[in-house]
């Protein structure tokens, strides 16, 4: 931790240098203007950082809450006579209530269609700041903005504010760098990678969404109001449309999930005009081609590339390799570890469940019964509905009728987030792994239902954050250890399928559920893997973990499994035991087909 | 008093017409390539001085002077498609960065034909040079009902195109199923290009048919298409027909508010409809939700 | 007809075909089979090239088409009916039928004509014949699907799980479809679950398990195999 913190410190005592580097004289200052400017900028586009590159929410409506807050700010301070700090205060608080708005309205919206509302966003604040005379000025704009007095010493120049802007720039992404290495930020990510995924281990979209957009709109408007003190004038031409695209660019010149990336953007965005100024009148339309260029061919920013250059560099120089496949899964076979014997408690009891998408019937009248220590299984031909009754257990998809009972509680449609908090967590036929998060961050994305952290108490309460952050890694690297894998620090989108799989159980298992729900665990393994798998469910098992699992694989099935269950067209054909169901004729039928003649 | 409405009337539509045919040119290229193309208002510009070319320098008639102008929009919105989105069709999460490169390309455009055209905006004579014309016995001006005339001429068209010919069908196929419309042979990299050329064009003929109404300048898409954009989402994003209710209902409100209560708030009420529907009804009037699939 | 030489397919970093190699002659039908994420319509989908080979070729008549786009694969003559049958939801099982003959310039009269010959094939889709796709049943669409893909008039026709959820009944009209266009002289590469329909209305068949084939043989010796049998059902077991 206090290692990454030390990362930044170049950086801090770059932007420190910097006004002592300038040419003197009216260019000098000139260029110190802009700076602060950019600061500003900067703050802001720090709030895209979490919105679009850790949450990964579309907005085109950054520059609207700078607005927001620069005019607030401005509106109470200079109209009002409010002292600095308390108009500050309530701008950010004015702004971020906007920024709850905007994100409570996102949860109904698929992320295409909440870009084109942040839109409409931009569009109306713009609109109200142009014509609300009476309390904006309208297209006048306010002046005479005050700059802020520190220890009883007045701020007034602008050397005085660049420093000002640095510490409220460094104080931002402190916020913004804490939030990411917290809880929440563990949760943003899963957002961003997989809503399903993530909401299916514990985490609340409705209310990971809204505090993402509360953060980037705080964000935004502390920037708002750097703004309004540097440049001691606003009027709402600044806050248009083609504001929130720069502030995009920036954030994405940048690379979008790097703070230092994003400060770098901001700079290189407010100062490419003066750059292409030799371009005399062709330098917007050059401008515009050169956001086309980076945008579309430089998916991971300017400052992407940069970092990716100096690593090559670096593997040159050193001619190190970087970690290779090495030491994989390693479970002692042997012994197979003492099971429970199921119980004739129910855990789990399904009644008459039924599932129609339109006019087809993916499932249509099932009812089972788990009991405490089981591992039943369901099996049937592809396409029977058994995926869907998966689905619709874990809360991803509401029931059309039926019921379903855990531990004597009705769970019928209660939503992923409930049913996980419940102590049901699953993994999926497609293996739904968070792919730009390593091994461990995906784990410990698991045991997000046993945080209890919030907001504030990640950004000030440090021991209790700091404790949480450090039980949650080293839960997750005791349950990968606990399945016998190794390579915690690669992403998952690297790691071969078997052991994705293998990450995947583990984020489902480490929070300690009651009951594992299992999608075709074995798919797509081979006969090593699934050997192996075998291993790792029977531990599981031994800790007293039920579970209810769908596979394909017979003699993998026939190996784990307690009980089991058979569905053909959205129906319970046979129940018992595997050797039972496997002998069951109807069985036979459902699997290889009718031996009668169909011609 | 009557005769008023019917004005305003006509000139709600008139307007709202405009709307309509660049929240269709918004709509068909999400539908597509789901995409938004926010240099979507700078084709209705392109058009535009297109059509000052063709008939104050070039002397052309109008009928002659409109297709050419049109045609030639849809052609610089093909080859924009080729240069904008054709390069990471195949990347995932492209979305943001083209959306993003084009309002980059936007500003470009704006910017190349202030530069051709210099900063004097330019003036076009109306279709008809009538001061008015009776309808229901109320006095109109005649460019408003050349406008509504030719727009539903081109929404039929449009429907007829879609509805009725292989090529539209294969583009309707290629927007729902792309894979499965490769594999049926359809070329999915020309039904792109068609859909931005069509899209365009459509945008081109708004442009040139609105600019009798204002003047010609490089920035006169941007205002316009914002309207048309709250117009697509008004509508529901996505479909064809809440883009054309949504544009005239805008058009409407815009036209019939600016008289009966407040002028200066006049580009105010079609984002105020939008911030409403946006609160009660986000997905619009057509629109449907889409849950995401497991 | 189709020679799949050493073929190496990946999704991203996941390599869902190690070395596939297998043939189908002109004129006949040939069953893939196998567990669930064996790789058999991965294998389809690098033949039609929606997925391009990372290793190995393909040629077709002998010409090579691995690097090919799929629509230039579907002008050379393979259809493939992806699985989930895909049927255009937003069109008609008319003009579903229509956009099957993309791959070729026909005219007006030749396209009735050859549309009036999968009705032919598939009667009950002339009652639905102004119906939107989205609205037919499972069964409905498999036929549609199918019948779309011999609208591309293909030289082989490549079926994926064209049994998947639907009824029994369904089920065996659609493999007495795929019997009757085969006797009417259509090569068929068919993937499928059900074995024993499998078995039955193809020539020879590969097993395929974990992204390689551990199996090629006629489908008599199959048949007569009873240790197939058990190994299909306990899949996996060697």
Do not use: C
Request: proline share 4%; charged share 15%.
């Amino acid at each position: 931790m206090i290692r990454s913190i030390a990362k930044f410190l170049p950086f801090i005592a770059l932007l420190v240098l910097i006004p002592f580097l300038l040419p003197g004289g009216r260019l000098g200052s000139y260029y110190l203007t802009l700076l602060i400017l950019s600061l500003s900028y900067a703050v802001a586009a720090l709030g895209l950082t979490v919105l679009l590159g850790y949450s990964g929410q579309i907005s085109l409506a950054q520059a609207a809450f700078f607005g927001i807050g620069a005019y607030t700010f401005s509106i109470l301070a200079v109209n009002h006579h409010v002292g600095y700090w308390s108009a500050a205060l309530a701008a950010v608080v004015v702004t971020t209530g906007f920024g709850l708005f905007l994100g409570a309205i996102s949860l109904r919206l698929a992320s295409h269609y909440l870009a084109l509302v942040t839109i409409g966003f931009q569009i109306i604040t713009e609109l109200v700041l142009n014509n609300w005379n009476a309390v904006t000025d309208g297209a006048d704009g306010i002046s005479n903005i005050p700059r802020p007095s520190l220890f009883g010493y007045a701020i007034t120049s602008d050397h005085g504010f660049y420093f000002v802007s640095v510490a409220v720039l460094v104080l931002a992404s402190y916020v913004v760098f804490r939030l990411r290495h917290s809880r929440l930020g563990g949760a943003l990510f899963a957002l961003r990678e997989d809503e399903i995924a993530a909401s299916a281990n514990g985490i609340s979209l409705f209310r990971t969404k809204v505090l993402a957009f509360a953060v980037s709109a705080a964000l935004a408007a502390m920037g708002g109001i750097l703004y309004a003190s540097g440049s001691l004038y606003i009027s709402p031409n600044v806050f248009n449309f083609y504001q929130s695209v720069s502030f995009f660019a920036m954030a994405l010149v940048g690379g979008q999930a790097s703070i230092v990336g994003t400060t770098l953007g901001a700079g290189l965005i407010t100062f490419l005009p003066e750059v292409l100024r030799f371009l005399h009148a062709y330098y917007i339309a050059v401008y515009g081609v050169l956001v086309v260029i980076v945008v579309l061919f430089m998916p991971e920013g300017l400052y992407g590339l940069l970092l990716r250059g100096v690593g090559a560099v670096a593997t040159l120089i050193s001619g190190r390799r970087r970690a290779d496949e090495g030491e994989v899964v390693s479970l002692e076979a042997g012994a197979i570890p003492e099971r429970p014997v199921a119980s004739d408690r129910p855990l789990l009891e399904i009644r008459d469940l039924a599932k129609h998408f339109g006019g087809i019937k993916a499932v249509n009248g099932v009812s089972l019964t788990v009991n405490r220590g089981d591992v039943a299984v369901l099996i049937g031909p592809n396409g029977s509905g058994k995926t869907t009754v998966l689905n619709v257990l874990s809360g991803i998809y509401t029931a059309t009728a039926g019921s379903i009972v855990y531990d004597g509680n009705a769970i019928t449609n209660l939503g992923p987030t409930r049913i996980n908090r419940l102590g049901i967590s699953r993994t999926f036929q497609n293996i739904r792994l968070f792919p730009e998060l390593t091994a461990l961050e995906n784990v410990a994305v698991g045991y997000y239902r046993r945080g209890t952290v919030g907001l504030a108490g990640a950004l000030l309460s440090r021991p209790r954050g700091y404790r949480e952050e450090r039980e949650a890694m080293e839960k997750a690297r005791e349950t990968l250890r606990f399945l016998g894998f190794a390579r915690l620090d690669v992403k998952a989108k690297n790691l071969p399928y078997g052991q994705q799989r293998i990450v995947e159980i583990a984020r489902a298992i480490v929070s300690g559920p009651e009951l594992l729900l299992l999608d075709e665990p074995a798919a797509g393994m081979n006969h090593e893997e699934t050997e192996m798998l075998s291993q790792i469910l029977y531990r599981i098992h031994a800790l007293g973990v039920t579970m209810l699992l769908i596979e394909h694989d017979m003699s993998f099935v026939s190996s784990v499994a307690t009980r089991a269950y058979v569905m053909d067209f959205g129906q319970k054909i046979s129940e018992g035991s595997v050797k039972q169901v496997l002998s069951d004729p109807a069985v036979m039928k459902a699997y290889l087909g009718d031996d009668v003649e169909y011609a | 008093m009557f005769s008023e409405f019917i004005q305003l009337t006509i000139a709600g539509l008139a307007v709202g017409s405009i709307y309509a045919l660049i929240a269709l040119g918004f709509v068909l290229i999400y539908t597509s390539v789901n995409v938004v193309n926010f240099a979507q208002g700078d084709f209705a510009m392109i058009g535009a001085y297109f059509m000052v070319s063709l008939v104050v320098v070039l002397h052309l008639p109008w009928w002659l002077a409109l297709l050419l102008a049109v045609a030639a929009t849809g052609l610089v919105g093909a080859l924009f498609q080729l240069l904008i989105f054709q390069p990471v069709r195949n990347r995932p999460r492209n979305f943001l960065p083209v959306m993003i490169a084009t309002v980059g390309a936007s500003v470009f455009l704006e910017q190349a034909f202030l530069l051709i055209y210099g900063p004097i905006p330019y003036q076009l004579p109306p279709i008809f040079k009538a001061e008015s014309v009776a309808v229901l016995g109320v006095h109109v001006y005649p460019q408003y009902i050349v406008i509504i005339v030719v727009t539903a001429a081109m929404v039929a068209l449009l429907n007829w195109f879609l509805e009725r010919t292989k090529l539209g069908k294969q583009l309707q196929a290629t927007a729902q199923d792309p894979d499965t419309a490769r594999l049926m042979g359809i070329r999915v990299a020309w039904m792109a290009a068609l859909t931005f050329a069509i899209s365009t064009a459509l945008g081109g003929l708004a442009g040139l048919l609105i600019a009798p109404v204002y003047t010609v300048t490089a920035t006169m898409g941007s205002s316009i298409a914002l309207k048309a954009f709250a117009a697509a989402i008004v509508g529901g994003f996505g479909s064809m027909k809440g883009a054309i209710v949504g544009g005239l209902g805008i058009g409407l409100i815009e036209t019939y508010g600016a008289t009966y209560i407040s002028g200066s708030y006049r580009d105010a009420f079609p984002f105020i409809v939008l911030i409403l529907f946006l609160i009660f009804r986000p997905y619009g009037l057509f629109g449907e939700k889409i849950s995401q699939k497991v | 007809m189709l020679e799949v030489s050493n073929i190496q397919s990946r999704y991203g970093q996941v390599t869902a075909l190690h070395d596939i190699s297998l043939e189908v002659r002109a004129g006949e039908v040939v069953a893939l089979l196998g567990v669930n994420g064996a790789g058999k319509s991965t294998t389809l989908k690098t033949i039609s090239g929606l997925l391009h080979p990372t290793r190995g070729e393909i040629r077709f008549e002998g010409e090579r088409i691995d690097r090919m786009a799929p629509e230039a694969i579907v002008r050379r003559g393979i259809a493939h009916v992806p699985e989930g049958r895909h049927v255009f939801p937003g069109l008609t099982v008319r003009e579903n039928l229509i956009m099957g003959t993309s791959n070729r310039k026909v005219s007006r009269a030749e396209t009735e004509r050859d549309i009036e010959g999968i009705l032919e094939i598939f009667p009950d889709l002339k009652r639905l014949y102004t119906q939107m796709g989205w609205s037919l049943s499972g069964g409905q669409q498999q036929m549609l699907a199918i019948g779309r893909g011999l609208m591309a008039k293909p030289r082989l026709l490549m079926l994926d799980e064209p049994s998947l959820g639907l009824a029994p009944v369904i089920v065996k009209q659609v493999f007495a479809t795929i019997e009757r266009i085969n006797a009417q002289g259509m090569t068929v590469l068919l993937v499928e679950q059900n074995v024993n329909l499998s078995l039955k209305v193809a020539h020879r068949a590969y097993l395929l398990e974990t992204g390689r084939i551990v199996r090629a043989d006629t489908t008599e010796a199959l048949r007569a195999d009873e240790g197939f049998r058990a190994a299909m059902l306990g899949a996996g077991a060697h």
